[in-house]
């Protein structure tokens, strides 16, 4: 397979376009919700991961994750993040941010220490 065939193949434009959805998904998650709780918790953040398959500390099941579908039948969906942040007293805190969206609009998060 060439390189241009790789490029322009259905799975890799699929891959891509996921990506760069949630990637601008969770800028828009930082700009509206978790930099406000960072701040009004006096945290600093050291790092964040977007959890692909799981909920972290929310712990909900594997197919509650990939379910695209509320029980009412809006399309929603939710994104989980864990934010690895140190506090004032230089202590590790672990806090995983639930993102809910509608279409890649963002709704609500939740975080849970």
């Given at each position: 397979m060439?390189?241009?065939?790789l490029?322009?193949?259905?799975?890799?434009?699929?891959?891509?376009?996921?990506?760069?959805?949630?990637?601008?998904?969770?800028?828009?998650?930082?700009?509206?919700?978790?930099?406000?709780?960072?701040?009004?918790?006096?945290?600093?953040?050291?790092?964040?991961?977007?959890?692909?398959?799981?909920?972290?500390k929310?712990?909900?099941?594997?197919?509650e994750?990939?379910?695209?579908?509320?029980?009412?039948?809006?399309?929603?969906?939710?994104?989980?993040?864990?934010?690895?942040?140190?506090?004032?007293?230089?202590?590790?805190?672990?806090?995983?941010?639930?993102?809910?969206?509608?279409?890649?609009?963002?709704?609500?998060?939740?975080?849970?220490?």
């Amino acid at each position: 397979m060439t390189l241009d065939l790789l490029f322009f193949s259905p799975p890799f434009i699929f891959i891509l376009a996921v990506w760069l959805l949630t990637r601008r998904t969770v800028k828009a998650a930082f700009r509206e919700y978790i930099d406000f709780y960072l701040e009004q918790n006096e945290l600093t953040l050291e790092y964040h991961r977007v959890l692909w398959f799981s909920s972290g500390k929310f712990r909900k099941p594997w197919y509650e994750i990939l379910k695209p579908m509320t029980p009412m039948g809006s399309s929603s969906t939710s994104m989980y993040i864990d934010l690895y942040a140190v506090d004032k007293n230089g202590e590790d805190k672990q806090i995983t941010c639930c993102i809910k969206s509608h279409y890649f609009d963002i709704i609500d998060a939740d975080f849970r220490e």
